[in-house]
């Protein structure tokens, strides 16, 4: 809808409101004649919603790198995710695990990929190019799942120099419409195609199939969706520092100001102004003429910015998805407010993705460095990492925890439910994972045993004696018996 559209919709074809509001009667709103609710004077209504402009790679690079705000809305989950790092782990080859470890450090594996989810993040897409020798012949077939894969090399590209020139177009492959082959032309040199099977994908913000198809297979920047509430937050904070050189202004009163202008005082009037600006300081006085000149200051009042500022803050943080604590470095504020509850939520986003998207990602190219495990596993180290005092306080818990198990266990064992050797094991053995286990057959053995002993008790002289006891002496050892 156009300017003059508008004027017509709202003011009538002569640009003059009409005599008497015509109700714009509407199937699926509220509408009230006497207030002008619902009407073509309701200004309400009148607001729609109109799409933002794509920001370029250009603007982009520009956010980055001059506003600090837009850079952490882009580093931050990067930076996070890779913050503590994983672990290797295989319980039947532990030295490979580590191996490939080393190997992944030597090609750089974990700053390759926090790389490619930073450009991804900032500019709708990136690539991890992973130079694979599986004699393919040709980077545009796709990666051969039977050949001894070895991966040489690892590149990161960004969006600006990938595009997406032919998509999966069979019906029957569940990715159907997705990239499949991508013409790079990084800034190195050179130009080549390449099949999506060798190379892994990062992206910013998701998007439908059909603005997927719109960007030419690719997707918007995190920094789209927040950008006019960056750009409200910027220039809120620009306008509050612009009032700090107004805080307090000085006025000259002058009688007869305007007639000494027009009849030519214009310069004396300047030299008077610049007198009075020279000598006025807070060590200074002000020498003016008692019956025409009059000098005061007039004070900007600052009451409320804060608050507002406040707002806009929060605004942003809503669009951006990242909590206030995090996004501007500031504490909690209120009482008892220590803003762990946010990290926890905000961590507990990044460990999700760190499981759903990276874990597969990094697993897929560990599988190409060397001989791997058939059990190796990734295991990502928790980002909340508790304070000294929240420790001992878990030590505290799980001491009294213990303590209350040990006597219900004692009273299981002096009941003779439960064996010392049951509670032993599932204490201390790492097989049992803390359950008790009862052995129904061995126990059953142990009572026909005890059965067995009680009917036909063994000949006391047919037993081995007992260590340090005094064996009895042999007859007629202490004198005839009588």
């Not at 640009?15 to 002008?36: C, H, Q, R, V, Y």
Request: net charge negative; aromatic share 8%; proline share 7%.
């Amino acid at each position: 809808m156009c300017l003059r559209d508008i004027i017509t919709k709202f003011l009538g074809p002569t640009g003059t409101p009409p005599e008497k509001p015509t109700p714009a009667l509407k199937s699926d709103s509220w509408f009230n004649a006497a207030l002008g609710y619902g009407t073509a004077y309701d200004k309400v209504s009148a607001g729609i919603f109109y799409p933002s402009y794509r920001l370029t790679d250009m603007q982009l690079s520009a956010l980055y790198y001059g506003d600090p705000i837009a850079a952490t809305m882009v580093d931050y989950i990067p930076d996070e995710t890779f913050r503590r790092g994983y672990e290797l782990k295989s319980e039947t080859n532990q030295a490979a695990a580590d191996a490939l470890l080393k190997r992944a450090q030597d090609l750089k594996v974990d700053e390759c990929v926090q790389n490619a989810m930073r450009w991804g993040r900032l500019f709708g897409g990136a690539l991890v190019h992973m130079g694979v020798n599986d004699g393919a012949g040709s980077l545009a077939k796709p990666l051969r799942p039977e050949a001894n894969k070895e991966i040489q090399f690892l590149q990161v590209v960004d969006k600006r120099y990938a595009s997406v020139v032919g998509f999966e177009q069979d019906p029957l492959r569940p990715d159907i419409g997705d990239a499949q082959t991508y013409r790079l032309t990084p800034l190195l040199g050179g130009l080549y195609d390449v099949h999506a099977s060798r190379v892994l994908r990062f992206e910013g913000v998701p998007v439908d199939s059909a603005m997927y198809r719109q960007l030419a297979g690719w997707t918007f920047s995190v920094l789209q969706r927040p950008y006019d509430r960056m750009r409200q937050f910027a220039m809120a904070y620009d306008s509050a520092g612009a009032l700090l050189s107004d805080a307090n202004q000085g006025v000259f009163k002058m009688k007869g100001l305007w007639h000494q202008i027009v009849e030519g005082g214009k310069d004396a009037l300047q030299k008077r102004m610049a007198m009075v600006d020279y000598t006025r300081s807070s060590m200074k006085s002000v020498l003016i003429d008692a019956d025409g000149e009059d000098f005061n200051r007039v004070a900007t009042s600052f009451a409320g910015i804060p608050d507002l500022l406040d707002r806009f803050m929060m605004l942003l943080s809503a669009s951006t998805g990242i909590p206030v604590t995090i996004l501007m470095g500031r504490s909690a504020a209120g009482m008892n407010s220590t803003g762990d509850s946010d990290f926890r939520a905000f961590y507990d986003r990044v460990a999700a993705f760190q499981t759903r998207v990276l874990t597969p990602m990094l697993l897929e190219i560990y599988g190409m460095l060397g001989d791997v495990p058939s059990d190796l596993c990734l295991e990502w180290l928790p980002l909340w990492e508790p304070s000294e005092k929240e420790q001992a306080d878990t030590k505290l818990v799980e001491a009294q925890v213990a303590k209350t198990e040990a006597e219900e266990y004692q009273v299981w064992i002096t009941a003779q439910v439960l064996m010392p050797e049951e509670v032993a094991l599932a204490e201390f053995s790492d097989a049992t994972d803390g359950e008790i286990e009862i052995d129904v057959k061995a126990r059953q053995q142990s009572l026909e045993q005890e059965t067995e002993l009680a009917l036909n008790p063994p000949d006391p002289t047919l037993l081995p004696p007992t260590p340090g006891a005094v064996p009895p002496a042999p007859p007629g050892a202490n004198g005839p018996t009588r």
